[in-house]
């Protein structure tokens, strides 16, 4: 049971991988604040599950633990409809605003997202209170150079982002481009576990309690991954290929070419690999084949699941 | 019922051996409430079940992903949604 180590004041919406979960608080006043929104394709759903777990109040505040597409996709819809204040990480702020596209991880990625106007930031240090108790803002970087978590350390529930899952972590992006990011993911697990939290709240999937093993299977990972940074590179290109297939749903390899084509990420992830552009993209398609996460009908890729409704 | 997150699968696969775990979300990212039944038509859950899953236990969790498979063949008779704690 995992209910009762979550505080009666807060509520997550756990979802899938296209979008990420989302955690409710409920305020004072009958307003409420969000951490995190989804993707944009979904944008309508997630307005209506945030509106059912609202219950009338109106959310005043949301929250980005980082602006992937994943993550802060629903901002510009529930923004809108509730007149809601966003706050995002202070390193992303700027480029949120000035919505510089040549920076934002979505255009380097060849994802989308509508535009939002950020109000504030947070950074690392920041108390901030939310349902009723008051949250530690901690720098996450890694997967993200700009990531936050939220820690509240008298019931020791943390909201991990994708700095740490049940198994695993998310793709960490600046080594892709050359920067550095492994060492920065080291750090936050030290940083996790010396914050010793009771319950994790990850980006994507069900909210855990054995932390020390996820820790551990985090680490185990890490360590694969700095030793051939080349996984870190073949990994990522099937997950950003995965990922515009829940999006795209069935799609052509050329189709695909489109939107990936341009995609920094992908362009520099290929270097990596040594490999043209286009014989990437075919290899990841291809191992995604394999995996069963993707299926193949003549030319067209389709995403396992998705029937004509 | 054969429904499982297949991203989910895929980085399970690359990150760890299986472990026994709870019983996991049935959502395959297509997030989109069908007017006519007011399921998804991804998982066929409602938007409640969606909604409280992450509070539900594995009991309750079970409960529903029984349903799936009927609803998703439309032979359910749409039962209502289990009740739900605390509303």
Request: some cysteine; glycine content about 8%; proline content about 5%.
């Amino acid at each position: 049971m995992v209910a009762p180590l979550l505080l009666p004041s807060m509520r997550v919406l756990e979802r899938d991988w296209l979008s990420a979960n989302h955690v409710v608080f409920f305020d004072s006043g009958h307003t409420a604040s969000l951490v995190d929104t989804g993707y944009v394709k979904h944008a309508a759903f997630t307005c209506n599950l945030v509106s059912h777990a609202l219950g009338g109040r109106r959310l005043a505040r949301i929250i980005n633990t980082h602006l992937h597409s994943d993550h802060c996709g629903g901002n510009h819809a529930l923004a809108s409809r509730h007149d809601s204040e966003i706050l995002v990480p202070k390193g992303s702020f700027e480029i949120a605003r000035g919505w510089m596209l040549e920076r934002l991880n979505f255009t380097l990625t060849g994802q989308r997202c509508e535009r939002f106007h950020p109000s504030g930031f947070l950074q690392d240090g920041d108390h901030l209170m939310l349902g009723g108790v008051e949250w530690h803002i901690h720098a996450a970087p890694g997967h993200d150079p700009d990531s936050i978590l939220l820690f509240e350390p008298t019931h020791r529930i943390m909201i991990s982002a994708d700095a740490l899952w049940e198994d695993g972590f998310g793709v960490t992006f600046p080594e892709l481009s050359g920067e550095s990011g492994f060492e920065e993911q080291r750090q936050v697990l030290d940083l996790i576990e010396s914050l010793n939290p009771r319950a994790v709240i990850p980006g994507h999937g069900p909210v855990f309690t054995e932390v020390d093993l996820a820790l551990a299977r985090a680490r185990g990972r890490l360590h694969w991954l700095r030793e051939d940074p080349l996984r870190n590179a073949r990994y990522a290109l099937k997950v950003l290929v995965k990922f515009l297939m829940l999006d795209l749903e069935r799609a052509t390899a050329s189709q695909l070419m489109d939107y990936l084509g341009k995609a920094r990420v992908l362009l520099d992830t290929a270097d990596m690999l040594a490999m043209p552009v286009t014989a990437a993209l075919d290899w990841s398609l291809e191992s995604l084949v394999k995996a069963g996460a993707l299926q193949r009908e003549g030319d067209v890729f389709v995403s396992p699941g998705v029937t004509a409704a | 019922m054969g429904i499982s997150s297949d991203l989910r699968v895929l980085f399970l696969s690359m990150v760890a051996p299986p472990q026994a775990r709870e019983i996991m979300s049935p959502c395959i990212s297509v997030c989109k409430i069908s007017q006519a039944t007011g399921l998804c038509l991804g998982c066929y859950r409602s938007l409640d079940e969606i909604a409280a899953w992450s509070e539900m236990n594995d009991a309750q969790r079970k409960g529903i992903m029984d349903q799936l498979s009927a609803r998703a063949l439309g032979t359910s008779e749409l039962q209502r949604p289990a009740p739900e704690e605390g509303q």
